[in-house]
């Protein structure tokens, strides 16, 4: 059974960092595109950004560019987020998810973690 457990999320003052771990199990996780997504209260769940299969991203929200970067290591079925500058703004729910083609806004997701908390004040 395809399995992906998201860790890392917090409460932190505006400024910090953090880095979000993703755990990929069930399925061959090379093969598949990966991305983080994130869900704050009352919005639709938006694409944070995507890797490609190789650890090359793809996508990145353009206000989220400068301060997200998002990795992959295949060795360890892992995917993770590094978020620097957190913003109040930025507190939602985040979710990794997986297809086997190009994560890109819209895109179908074929498998999804249960998310984690990411809250950001002061």
């Known amino acids: 059974e395809a399995q992906l457990v998201e860790s890392g999320g917090d409460l932190v003052q505006p400024g910090s960092s953090l880095r979000l771990s993703c755990a990929a199990s069930g399925f061959t996780f090379r093969d598949y595109y990966m991305g983080w997504f994130r869900q704050a209260p009352g919005k639709e769940r938006e694409l944070v950004a995507s890797?490609?299969?190789?650890?090359?991203?793809?996508y990145y929200a353009a206000s989220l560019r400068r301060r997200f970067t998002i990795s992959r290591d295949n060795a360890r079925s892992t995917l993770y987020l590094q978020m620097t500058q957190l913003k109040p703004e930025d507190t939602a729910v985040y979710y990794c998810?997986?297809?086997?083609?190009?994560?890109?806004?819209?895109?179908?997701?074929?498998?999804w973690g249960q998310g984690t908390q990411v809250t950001v004040s002061s």
């Open positions: 998810g997986a297809s086997p083609t190009i994560i890109v806004p819209g895109s179908p997701i074929t498998y």
């Open positions: 890797v490609q299969v190789m650890d090359s991203p793809t």
